[in-house]
């Protein structure tokens, strides 16, 4: 569901435009660098979140993921549901199982339910030990026919992946119908497109997306996508443990939080979502994989330094005026 | 020579034996025959494990139906890409913040 309530459009720039709204959970931001298309662009992105909202959200009940679940058997879909568990099932492949999208009953049982506006600050130890997810490779599809097929007790959680992918075909549609480049953050992970503003477009990176806009370092992104993940937003206390939203696929509970913060930029939102995710995932390992991968990222630890890898601009345009944090270069 | 008075033969017990033959023939081929095209329809008919899911696209997974995952799951499907220019710094005021969220 899409509505509004957020601040007010105003101009970016000389000439761009800038408004934001409420959808998925969280706000969303569109940028576009020709004010007189900001409308058209936002109709744009409301019917392209709508769209995505009802085909796979987990926290609708008249979702069409929820198909899925009636009988063990093949269930025909959508385009835009087949392409996001297409999506969905290449990442979890690409990040070798890191984000697996069949997590939904894990996360479900780690008490995140619901929209997380309704998900209890604190509540009872869970009844029952977290278990690893049943694999992505158990999803069966069939592109000819258009049909998934899920083995009975699993569902899927495309949450990460299908924000990604609402905000690349966004921003792309925005970018070829109105010729306007376009910027599209949902709930900060970000996709452009089109032509980008001189100098590019400018993103503060922060441990939370709903943060200030001077709360961080600002960098500048002029193609591609920009995703954050953290372990420290969207968190939770069951029996007096702190669980947050990223579940180990191999665990079936929350990641390890060796990474409070992890920025990546990519050649599209979901590939940058997939690596920051993933990153949060992998803990230690994420910097030499992600260095590997030739991603530009920022990584942030638990003690509050900060490691960046493959081009990935170094703190010292801090807006707040903090310094950069310090980089341990042994890890 | 046997052979060629065999079948020449106008006997009817041959006669009838060499028709029998014949029609067994056509049934096994008849029979052979409709096996194959039903077991073609019923794969084409059925969806489900089948590997048009493997190849039907290059830019989709190799899903399979093993109860264990690839024993190399990056390997077919690469990794995420690198942007084609890397976030620089900037002194612009920002439009957007990337942060942790989920949905």
Redesign the interface.
Known sequence: MVTGGAPAPRR?GPVGG?THLRA???TV?L?VDRHRTLAEAEDILRDELDAIDRAC?RFRSDSEIWSLYAHGR?VRVSPLLHQAV?VA??V??????AVDPTVGLAVEALG?DRD?AAVAALGPALDTAPTAAP???????????R?I?LPPGVHLDL??T??ALAADRAAQRIASSTGSGA?V??????AVAGPSPP??????????????????P?????????????????TWHRGGRRLH??VDPATGDSASEHWR?V??????CV??N??STAAIVWGERARGRLEA????ARLVRHDGAVVTV????TD??D?SGSPPMPVDASR | MVVYAYRRSRDPRHVAFERVRRAFRWTVAGATTAVIVIVGVVAHEIPGRSTSAATASNTTPAVNASPTPPPTPTGGGGSPSPPVTAPTPTQQAPTAVSGGTGW
């Open positions: 970016l800038v998925l959970g969280t931001t940028a959200s093949a297409v099932l290449t979890a492949e690409r990040t070798g199982g995140y997380f694999g992505w490779w158990c999803v069966e599809l069939d592109h000819r026919r049909t097929r949450g990460a299908a924000k910027l953050s949902a709930g900060g992970d970000l100098g590019g477009w400018a993103v503060t990176i922060a441990v939370d997306s709903t943060g200030p806009l001077g709360s961080g600002v960098v500048a992104v002029r193609d591609g996508g920009l995703a954050s993940s953290s372990t420290v937003v969207r939203h990223i913060l920025s990546v930029a990519a050649a599209s590939d940058a997939a690596a991968m030739g991603l530009p493959a081009g990935w601009p010292g345009t807006r």
